[in-house]
């Protein structure tokens, strides 16, 4: 009976230990990632705002003259499938 209780106990205090460990190495891992994202951010070169603003029209007015070549192509589409039906 002493001699379980003895393995009960070191199994306790090695489960115990084992948690500390685990939950130091997860805590390090997420300090890692932490500084390494942080480090990333660092060398990023930003836009201005001049290059924002500049960038943004560009999408936009790209994306203008997608929408006006897609109508129309609907419309000669729509027209030519008209003259067959």
């Known amino acids: ?7 009960d106990k070191k ?3 090695k489960t ?5 460990v685990k939950d130091k190495e997860k805590k390090t ?3 890692n990632l932490i500084k390494g994202i942080r480090k ?3 060398m990023v070169k ?3 705002i001049k290059e924002l603003v500049k960038y943004t029209g560009a999408t936009i007015v790209l994306c ?7 109508q ?11 003259m067959f039906v």
């Not at 009976?1 to 393995?7: F, L, R």
């Not at 115990?16 to 500390?20: C, D, L, N, S």
């Not at 129309?72 to 008209?82: E, S, T, V």
């Open 1 to 7: 009976m002493a001699k379980e209780k003895d393995k």
């Open 11 to 13: 199994m306790k205090e």
């Open 72 to 82: 129309c192509l609907d419309i000669i589409l729509a027209f030519i499938k008209g």
């Open 16 to 20: 115990k230990t084992t948690k500390k």
């Open 40 to 42: 990333e951010l660092k």
């Open 64 to 70: 203008i003259i997608l929408v006006a070549f897609f």
């Open 46 to 48: 930003w836009p201005t």
């Open 29 to 31: 891992k997420k300090e």
